[in-house]
């Protein structure tokens, strides 16, 4: 423990034994030490390198049985975090003069926990070279596959959090958390055609992040597949039987599927509705949020409301089990919270979120998949699109296979996939036996970095944006 976190958590501490405190229903101390670096890398020329350290504490409270109240600072003495306190109480008592209706919250226990993430090789003591030589290295990979490479871009981020949980109720839980992730961006080009391919690593560790992947072979790998898509056709439109790659389907997934059943959305009259208990997908589905799952980038022990971050199964073999809560939520629909209310830092209150969202392995080999189609598409990779509460989605992916009489045909550029994700899930016949683990972020209202779980899937889906 730092100097700085051993300071932070005895002024936690003894916060919580003022008087302050006696006055509020609840009160929720959330103190954060950060260490972030990026470097971004564009045509081997590094573009920028940011070190940034950030520390602080968020005070939330829960008073009269009716309003929130949040304030933080960036000072970790007692005196600065009390101030924070008793603005977070005004605001919450400015707020419960204003409303009539009362607001429940689940209640939690007590939780006293300390828990770190295994790191096998540490990020600290790396030099400024050290860390820009891992893009750098990507777009040398890059470069190798040709001068129809018009532009390579790299990221490289680390993000070490220690994060420190007190609570009126007792809890006491500490966090020690370390992600890298890379991103991998290609743009090739020939005449008036741009081609676009793109990868992500990440996991929730340090630097063996590259022991199975280099940094250099992804880069060229990556290049490789965009150069290559410009020798071939665009895909075809139409509603066809489609084998779609875990690289479009974490995609599809965690916007699509994952944000509908986030309780705060599907309040508000998201596609999934009370639905509760009944089938809402194809019975080969199983669909669930789990903060445990190893090196997944959404791995967390304990919310930022104190609860534990165990699985959930939302949807179970078609059947909609349960949304994402936390504990307002959890408390309005008398169910349990799931451990899903997360904020990005200390500075912002929690929110809905999903942690490391997945699909359940089937039984089908790939190959199985695909021989079972008599014509269709094997789609792959994902470049953007968007999504709403309802499940209506339109995604663009980045290659594609022609699928004739059972075998892979024709590469195909990419193009887009529309439709609404619950119609989709319910054409599902068949899900890969192999769940691969992606990294992911999300931007609802903050950022956050999370994990996707996903096997092959195989459906129905509009390709190009139009029927046919």
């Not at 932070?8 to 003894?14: A, W």
Request: charge should be negative; aromatic fraction near 8%.
């Amino acid at each position: 423990m730092t100097k700085w976190l051993m300071v932070m958590f005895e002024s936690l501490e003894k916060c919580l034994q003022t008087k302050n405190v006696s006055k509020a229903d609840l009160v929720q101390l959330r103190g954060q030490e950060r260490v972030m670096t990026t470097c971004t890398v564009k045509n081997g020329v590094v573009e920028d390198f940011s070190n940034i350290y950030l520390s602080g504490v968020g005070a939330r409270v829960f008073i009269d049985g009716k309003s929130w109240g949040f304030s933080s600072t960036n000072m970790l003495d007692f005196e600065s975090i009390e101030q924070a306190l008793e603005t977070a109480l005004k605001l919450a008592k400015a707020s419960s003069e204003l409303k009539r209706q009362k607001t429940m919250f689940e209640p939690a226990g007590e939780v006293i926990v300390d828990v770190s993430v295994p790191v096998k090789k540490p990020l600290r003591n790396l030099s400024v070279e050290d860390i820009a030589d891992i893009p750098l290295d990507t777009c040398k990979g890059a470069e190798e596959a040709g001068s129809q490479v018009a532009e390579a871009k790299v990221t490289y981020i680390s993000i070490e959090d220690n994060k420190y949980f007190l609570s009126s109720e007792g809890s006491r839980i500490h966090q020690g958390i370390t992600r890298v992730l890379l991103f991998v961006d290609v743009i090739a080009k020939s005449n008036s055609l741009f081609c676009y391919t793109s990868e992500n690593l990440g996991h929730t560790g340090g630097l063996e992040l590259f022991d199975k992947t280099s940094p250099y072979s992804l880069g060229k790998e990556v290049a490789g597949r965009a150069v290559k898509l410009l020798n071939v056709k665009a895909p075809p439109s139409g509603r066809f039987p489609v084998v779609v790659h875990p690289t479009l389907c974490a995609t599809l997934l965690h916007e699509a599927i994952g944000h509908p059943l986030e309780a705060d959305l599907a309040m508000a009259g998201g596609g999934f509705g009370n639905h509760v208990g009944e089938l809402v997908s194809s019975e080969l589905v199983t669909v669930y949020d789990d903060g445990y799952v190893q090196d997944g980038l959404g791995y967390f022990a304990y919310d930022d409301e104190g609860v534990e971050c165990k699985r959930t199964d939302l949807i179970k073999n078609g059947v909609l089990k349960s949304f994402m809560h936390d504990r307002t939520s959890a408390a309005v629909t008398g169910v349990s919270p799931t451990g899903n209310a997360h904020a990005w830092d200390y500075s912002v209150e929690p929110l809905i979120r999903q942690t490391n969202i997945g699909i359940e392995a089937g039984d089908y080999s790939l190959e199985e998949m695909i021989e079972d189609v008599k014509e269709g598409l094997f789609l792959e990779g994902t470049c953007g699109g968007q999504s709403d509460a309802n499940a209506d989605f339109t995604f663009g992916f980045q290659s594609a296979r022609w699928i004739k009489n059972g075998r892979l045909a024709e590469e195909l550029r990419g193009a887009n996939v529309a439709g609404n994700a619950i119609e989709v899930f319910k054409t599902i016949d068949a899900v890969g036996r192999e769940a691969v683990l992606r990294p992911g972020a999300c931007g609802k209202y903050q950022f956050a970095i999370q994990g996707r779980v996903v096997p092959a899937i195989r459906c129905k889906m509009i390709v190009g944006g139009i029927g046919g």
